[in-house]
Nanobody, 125 residues
Framework: QVQLVESGGGLVQAGGSLRLSCAAS????????MGWFRQALGKEREFVAA????????YSADSVKGRFTISRDNAKNTVYLQMNSLKPEDTAVYYC??????????????????WGQGTQVTVSS
């Protein structure tokens, strides 16, 4: 089993930045694809970004390309989401997820096997 704990959320003004962290425990995530999803109030959970085990491939949703960057530090068993130029529409609960595959990036919720509890990001206008 893998336990995932997100941190780094908060309230920020539009145009600002936040860095989310996802710390894994229970086992190493070095061979897992890791992803970030978000869910705004009243909406479906949506894909944000994902990264392969070696960081050689990342994939981001069109809505965040050029603004958000996913990265990982396998030595620290941690994944990050750097969010710049934040917009009010980025307001959501952000979830970290792990997929038991080193290379197969997924963009669907069902592609992932483990989930964190989420961290709230609120962007004010």
């Amino acid at each position: 089993q893998v336990q995932l704990v997100e941190s780094g959320g908060g309230l920020v003004q539009a145009g600002g930045s936040l860095r989310l962290s996802c710390a894994a425990s229970g086992r190493t995530i070095s061979s897992y694809v890791m992803g970030w999803f978000r869910q705004a109030l009243g909406k479906e959970r949506e894909f944000v970004a994902a990264i392969t085990w070696s960081s050689d491939t990342t994939y981001s949703a069109d809505s965040v390309k050029g603004r958000f960057t996913i990265s990982r530090d396998n030595a620290k068993n941690t994944v990050y989401l750097q969010m710049n130029s934040l917009k009010p529409e980025d307001t959501a609960v952000y979830y970290c997820a792990a997929r038991r595959s080193p290379l197969r990036i997924g963009i669907r919720k069902n592609d992932y096997d483990y989930w964190g509890q989420g961290t709230q990001v609120t962007v004010s206008s």
